[in-house]
């Protein structure tokens, strides 16, 4: 049996609106990811488990994963034996944390290592594309790409591979927050404005490159001081309850930047030292999370979506 798991993910990441993503690993240790299943059979088998599966559509036709099953065997493997794929869903659903890509891309990279078609990662991440773009309504690769390939990725249509990796300091502790109600991704979507003016889109240019080359030169404190969010932001604070003061909060607990996780509505504290990551954490789970919620503190998943032999989900 293959066992395939792909890691949750933080879009955007304030400074780069659909452009820069990164995969997160929980210090403690556990899966906030996605885990993907194959093995061999006599007819094709889908199970849907784990503590988010009841949010799925019952029908497996209706399951992301299930439908990657379907269109990997009829345009990359059709000569592939029939299989029962069982994805365990460990993320809920319209969270922010990549919950779609991460389906996508551990079910993708699982058959992949069943079938033994040795697909390049850019061919992998177009394919995986492909079917976010169901669920997003775009080819939104922020998630995509740190899922597959873990860290921090500046990532589009247009950069060479898909994807730039971006290297990051070990004492960086994201904090994520989700806040135990869910948010639609074409509502978060339908919030923002339909073009920004010259002003706002020169900013955000100066914002998000001047961020890239801080971080390549290892000058991450000045990086972190302009990782402000002022594309997505400022629209979709107003659909997350109590975002904005939390954000306010976290700021004078020593979060070096606080902004939305992709559409929302999870919230990320980026730390630069455990103790903060801490009482960070420690504040959202008195006033930010419900009883349906969570928080982790984490850091950065360079791992990325990796098989993994033991049995886990």
């Known amino acids: 049996m293959i066992q395939v798991y792909a890691p949750a993910s933080i879009g955007n990441f304030a400074v780069g609106f659909d452009a820069l993503g990164a995969a997160i690993a929980p210090i403690d240790g556990s899966l906030l990811g996605d885990l993907v299943k194959v093995s061999a059979s006599t007819t094709t088998e889908f199970v849907c488990s784990g503590p988010y599966a009841h949010k799925l559509p019952a029908q497996a036709e209706q399951n992301l994963a299930y439908m990657c099953l379907q269109h990997f065997k009829q345009a990359v493997a059709p000569d592939m034996p029939a299989v029962r794929l069982e994805l365990v869903k460990n993320l809920p659903v319209g969270s922010g944390l990549g919950s779609s890509a991460c389906s996508v891309v551990a079910t993708i990279a699982a058959l992949d290592k069943f079938a033994g078609t040795e697909l390049s990662d850019e061919a992998l991440i177009e394919l995986m594309a492909d079917f976010e773009a169901k669920v997003s309504g775009g080819r939104h690769y922020d998630n995509i790409t740190p899922c597959y390939l873990g860290g921090l990725q500046l990532t589009a249509e247009l950069i060479p591979g898909k994807s730039l990796a971006i290297a990051t300091p070990d004492n960086w502790y994201?904090?994520?927050?989700?806040?135990?109600?869910?948010?639609?991704?074409?509502?978060?979507?339908?919030?923002?404005?339909?073009?920004?003016?010259?002003?706002?889109?020169?900013?955000?240019?100066?914002?998000?490159?001047?961020?890239?080359?801080?971080?390549?030169?290892?000058?991450?404190?000045?990086?972190?001081?302009?990782?402000?969010?002022?594309?997505?932001?400022?629209?979709?604070?107003?659909?997350?309850?109590?975002?904005?003061?939390?954000?306010?909060?976290?700021?004078?607990?020593g979060a070096k930047a606080v902004s939305i996780s992709g559409a929302g509505p999870t919230l990320f504290a980026l730390c630069d030292n455990l103790a903060s990551a801490e009482l960070c954490q420690q504040w959202l789970s008195d006033h930010y999370i419900n009883e349906q919620g969570f928080s982790h503190i984490c850091q950065l998943d360079w791992a990325g979506t990796r098989e993994l032999n033991e049995e886990l989900g």
């Open 174 to 253: 994201p904090v994520v927050a989700f806040p135990g109600f869910t948010l639609n991704t074409a509502k978060a979507r339908a919030v923002l404005p339909k073009q920004l003016d010259m002003h706002h889109s020169v900013e955000f240019a100066q914002r998000l490159s001047a961020f890239c080359t801080l971080m390549l030169q290892q000058r991450s404190e000045e990086a972190l001081s302009i990782m402000i969010d002022t594309v997505a932001e400022p629209h979709r604070a107003q659909l997350i309850e109590g975002f904005s003061a939390a954000q306010q909060a976290l700021l004078q607990l």
